[in-house]
């Protein structure tokens, strides 16, 4: 069965600092990867996605991610975060069918 | 454009009660799905469906009960509300892709159903 793992379930930066989160899934065939951003009191909304070509993927407000096939892996990455980024963010994971499984999330915030 | 619409956004249930969580779509879209958020949990798949008169259990089904009489209605039903229960409900929809792969796109997700059971 497919799974997601996401390593750190809070993150605390300041602002300007650079931001990696990790996310690892279980699933040997060809995946569709996701990265989702909740912001306080709103629904989930896509940050950005890859299903296949450049494993390097951008995304809205300067966010990407790299999928690394040989370590399972599609870790979402900032240069710089903004106060604005505090948010939960869920790595997900579609193996090509109709269910999407995602994270357990993580927990950013941004000190000013 | 609406795209996922879920009612009602708030809701406090007593032990025993039934309700149905509402979500309509308009981007007519094929899959659309149920999940449960749970805090540290991330999101728990509860039914899903491709497609009008077609569903299935995700990974946490016990305690509900769907319908897809539409493409773009995907209800969600109570019959015996549980405090276990409580917990934030969101509903989603996506589309499939041509070229004869299972691909789906990303989800779209409705704003959510805060559910409390006392």
């Known amino acids: 069965a497919q799974s997601v793992s996401q390593h750190n379930h809070h993150v605390i930066l300041s602002e300007a600092a650079s931001l990696e989160l990790g996310c690892n899934y279980s699933?040997?065939?060809?995946?569709?990867l996701f990265w989702y951003v909740q912001y306080p009191g709103q629904h989930l909304q896509l940050l950005l996605k890859y299903f296949s070509g450049d494993p390097l993927v951008k995304g809205i407000k300067g966010f990407e991610a790299e999928f690394i096939k040989s370590k399972f892996s599609f870790n979402l990455r900032k240069p710089s975060v903004q106060w604005s980024d505090t948010a939960e963010y869920f790595c997900a994971v579609n193996a090509r069918g109709f269910k999407t499984i995602f994270g357990a999330g993580t927990r950013l915030f941004v000190k000013a | 454009n609406a795209g996922v619409t879920q009612t009602p956004k708030f809701r406090i249930l007593k032990i025993g009660q039934s309700m149905t969580l509402q979500c309509t779509q308009d981007?007519?879209?094929?899959?659309m799905y149920w999940y449960r958020q749970d805090p540290g949990m991330g999101l728990k798949l509860i039914y899903y469906s491709v497609g009008a008169g077609i569903t299935d259990k995700g990974e946490v089904p016990n305690g509900y009960n769907v319908s897809r009489s539409t493409t773009e209605d995907f209800p969600l039903r109570l019959e015996l509300a549980a405090p276990s229960q409580t917990s934030v409900y969101f509903c989603?929809?996506?589309?499939?892709?041509?070229?004869?792969?299972?691909?789906?796109?990303?989800?779209?997700f409705g704003q959510g159903t805060r559910l409390t059971v006392v």
């Open positions: 989603a929809s996506s589309y499939r892709t041509g070229t004869g792969l299972d691909m789906n796109t990303e989800a779209f």
């Open positions: 981007m007519n879209h094929n899959y």
């Open positions: 699933y040997g065939g060809t995946v569709n």
